[in-house]
């Protein structure tokens, strides 16, 4: 995996005192000013990024293996998507699509249109956040079938929004307090092979048979799926499971949706994790890595489907706006001209070989994961979920200066979400750290 060339240096640096005075200062104020439902992960105030790298106020730099939750996968400050957000925003800012439209808008959709699954007829809505882009998925997908019912697997995670925080699973923190939530949304199992121990065709056959027996084809608008569970846990459904699933929703006239959020824009090593196995979704829920960081997320879908809606019933105030709309552009050409798809299976082949010698510790249940979305399960003795594990692991790991997050309903996993423009030298340190504070912490 060959070194971009990178505006900070690649090294992790970490001052005698963390959090250092002036984010220290900066977290007392945080905690005077904002709800204390907002918690940073990471103990420095970030004022730069390149690479794998995070620099805070007190010039101490990070190893990010967060990348802003899949956010900026082709950098914290890609060259080429920093250029081009410059250049749109000397021309103007913001018009809102539906009142003066702008080519950037056309162009970002016309991309996309190409490049998800699928050689069929397609069309593409803009929108500013991946709830957003679910919410309208559903929206659409209701709006084209006639039906209601909208089914979503146990461990999902879709949102934070009304509607999106009753399709995900994950009662604390994203739900607790907040409801009552829109109706009509049923959740059925999902393909877990670690837990079930089910092929991919038998974990369909579960979901489907609770699909019928408990909503009904006739009842359901759509399936909205993960192709590789986020939040949940990284978990990765056996093979044969989503073809399974697509057949069924083909057959009976359910809208087949795939959130591809935190997976794709490759993510995985492919644009979209679906690809893996083939699978071509009616409806496609793009955002996080499409656009570096700036605000933009998508549905991609059906051409037939998508023009279901009536004039104007589509849209808002800030989708597709055109300063973000150019650094998609920008984003989605440097995945192709320095070829981050391989970047990313690189990366996986890297993980495997550093964490290969804890795998074989009874308290790690798997490394799971595809290209540069990978995540490690933690079991007691036992085998049951081991989360005080994980939280010690996670702590340890951060105060040697390099930010993880950890997921899973029983949050027992920590998940790995390098930028694709890490250089492979900071990857090794990293997971090497991982592996040192792994055999102290046990």
């Given at each position: 995996?060959?070194d971009?060339n ?7 640096h970490?001052?005698?005192?963390i ?16 709800p ?15 690479g794998?790298?995070l620099?805070d ?12 939750i899949a956010?900026?996968?082709?950098g ?9 957000v410059q250049d749109?925003v ?24 190409e ?5 069929h ?7 500013n956040?991946?709830?957003e882009?679910?919410?309208n998925?559903?929206?659409?997908a209701?709006?084209?079938?006639g039906?209601?019912?909208?089914v979503?697997?146990?461990r ?35 393909s877990?092979?670690l837990?079930?121990g ?8 579960r ?12 009842n ?16 990765v459904p ?15 006239d359910?809208v ?10 490759m ?15 009616d ?7 499409v656009?570096s960081?700036?605000?933009l ?9 998508m023009?279901?809606?009536q ?8 989708t597709?706006n ?12 440097e ?14 082949e ?6 290969a ?9 798997e490394?799971?994961?595809r ?14 979920p081991?989360a005080?594990l994980?939280h010690?692991?996670a ?6 200066g ?9 949050h ?12 492979e030298a ?12 792994f055999?102290?912490?046990?």
């Amino acid at each position: 995996m060959s070194d971009l060339n990178y505006r900070i240096e690649q090294t992790r640096h970490l001052g005698q005192q963390i959090p250092g005075p002036v984010s220290a200062a900066l977290d007392e104020r945080r905690a005077n000013a904002l709800p204390a439902g907002m918690i940073p992960a990471l103990p420095g105030y970030v004022v730069d990024g390149d690479g794998g790298i995070l620099v805070d106020a007190d010039g101490n730099r990070f190893i990010d293996l967060a990348s802003g939750i899949a956010v900026t996968s082709a950098g914290a400050s890609n060259p080429a998507v920093v250029k081009a957000v410059q250049d749109a925003v000397a021309h103007f800012t913001h018009t809102s699509f539906t009142i003066s439209p702008y080519e950037s808008y056309v162009e970002v959709a016309e991309r996309l249109n190409e490049l998800t699954p699928g050689d069929h007829a397609k069309k593409t809505a803009l929108f500013n956040s991946g709830a957003e882009a679910v919410e309208n998925a559903v929206k659409i997908a209701r709006n084209y079938t006639g039906k209601r019912a909208v089914v979503v697997m146990d461990r999902a995670f879709h949102g934070r929004t009304n509607l999106t925080m009753g399709m995900t699973a994950k009662q604390s923190p994203y739900k607790s307090g907040f409801g009552p939530f829109a109706p009509e949304i049923y959740r059925a199992p999902m393909s877990y092979p670690l837990r079930d121990g089910l092929r991919g065709e038998e974990a369909a056959e579960r979901t489907i048979t609770m699909i019928e027996q408990e909503v009904g084809a006739a009842n359901l608008a759509c399936v909205v799926v993960e192709p590789i569970q986020g939040e949940g846990g990284f978990v990765v459904p056996a093979e044969g499971y989503l073809p399974a699933l697509q057949k069924w929703c083909n057959d009976n006239d359910v809208v087949f949706i795939v959130d591809e959020i935190q997976a794709g824009m490759m993510r995985t090593g492919t644009w979209f994790a679906s690809e893996h196995e083939g699978v071509v979704p009616d409806m496609v829920t793009i955002a996080k890595g499409v656009a570096s960081g700036m605000p933009l997320s998508a549905v991609t879908g059906r051409a037939e489907i998508m023009d279901a809606p009536q004039p104007g019933g589509l849209g808002g105030t800030y989708t597709g706006n055109p300063v973000a709309c150019a650094a998609a552009l920008a984003t989605l050409k440097e995945f192709e001209e320095k070829d981050f798809g391989a970047r990313a299976l690189r990366i996986e082949e890297i993980a495997r070989e550093e964490l290969a010698e804890i795998l074989e510790d009874e308290r790690v249940a798997e490394l799971r994961g595809r290209g540069a979305m990978l995540a490690l399960e933690f079991v007691t003795p036992e085998g049951e979920p081991d989360a005080e594990l994980v939280h010690q692991l996670a702590a340890a790991v951060k105060d040697e200066g390099i930010l993880i997050l950890t997921c899973g309903l029983d949050h027992n996993v920590i998940r790995f979400l390098p930028s694709l423009a890490i250089p492979e030298a900071l990857w090794r340190e990293a997971l090497q750290v991982v592996v040192e504070q792994f055999r102290r912490v046990k």
